[in-house]
């Protein structure tokens, strides 16, 4: 069964403050780790990883992804009271019983960054 | 504007009532997919579509069934809910990137209670 594990569940940070989110997955058959922001309505797409050691950069986000380690890290760099969500991470894995790709979905990180 | 727009966005219902709730994308998307969002346990698939008249189930399908007759609509039917079923659920569709991974929108969330 496709595991996707997150840490820390929760987090309160101050304003300023660097953060790192943790993602770790055991799959078969992986083909992309992706993660998203869920603020109070849907999840937004952020980042999508396929290789190892690359890094996806977006503003004060980035995220980069170990594939022999199985894991990947979400960093938010000077917080701002807007980051305050719950990220979540999804890996992409072929099921072979399904015949297709699926995501499996950790069960989020929520980020509290107060003033 | 590219979306996915779900109807009802709030519903509260009894026991035994049945009820559908709609799903569509203005993509032309071929993969859908519904999830349930609860509390310490993530997101979950419900079922999934790959196309037109291909439906799958997904992790938690009990209790759920889906059609898709047409490409943009991907409705979830709840034939005789349950309070076990009070949930979030979000629908989803998908596509693939030139680079062979998948990218997933968001509807905005129905929010369901079953008393």
């Known amino acids: 069964e496709d595991k996707v594990v997150q840490s820390p569940l929760s987090l309160v940070v101050h304003e300023g403050d660097t953060v790192t989110l943790n993602c770790s997955y055991e799959?078969?058959?992986?083909?992309?780790l992706l993660w998203y922001k869920q603020e109070k309505k849907a999840p937004t797409f952020l980042f999508m990883l396929t290789s190892s050691g690359i890094e996806k950069k977006s503003g004060r986000l980035s995220s980069i992804l170990d594939k022999k380690e199985l894991f990947s890290i979400l960093n938010i760099t000077a917080t701002q009271t807007g980051d305050s969500a719950v990220y979540l991470c999804?890996?992409?894995?072929?099921?072979?019983?399904?015949?297709?790709?699926?995501?499996?979905f950790g069960k989020g990180t929520k980020l509290s960054v107060i003033p | 504007e590219a979306q996915v727009t779900q109807n009802p966005r709030y519903l509260i219902t009894v026991t035994g009532k049945k009820l559908t709730v709609t799903c569509s994308q203005n993509?032309?998307?071929?993969?859908m997919s519904w999830y349930r969002q609860d509390p310490g346990l993530g997101l979950r698939q419900i079922y999934y579509?790959?196309?037109?008249?291909?439906?799958d189930k997904g992790d938690v399908p009990e209790g759920y069934k889906v059609s898709r007759k047409e490409k943009r609509n991907f409705p979830l039917i709840l034939e005789s809910p349950s309070p076990n079923q009070t949930s979030l659920y979000f629908c989803?569709?998908?596509?693939?990137?030139?680079?062979?991974?998948?990218?997933?929108?968001f509807g905005p969330g129905t929010r369901l209670t079953v008393l």
């Open positions: 989803a569709s998908s596509f693939l990137t030139s680079g062979g991974q998948i990218e997933q929108f």
């Open positions: 579509s790959m196309n037109v008249e291909v439906t």
């Open positions: 799959v078969t058959n992986f083909r992309s």
């Open positions: 993509m032309n998307h071929e993969y």
């Open positions: 999804a890996v992409e894995a072929f099921r072979s019983g399904a015949g297709s790709y699926q995501l499996t």
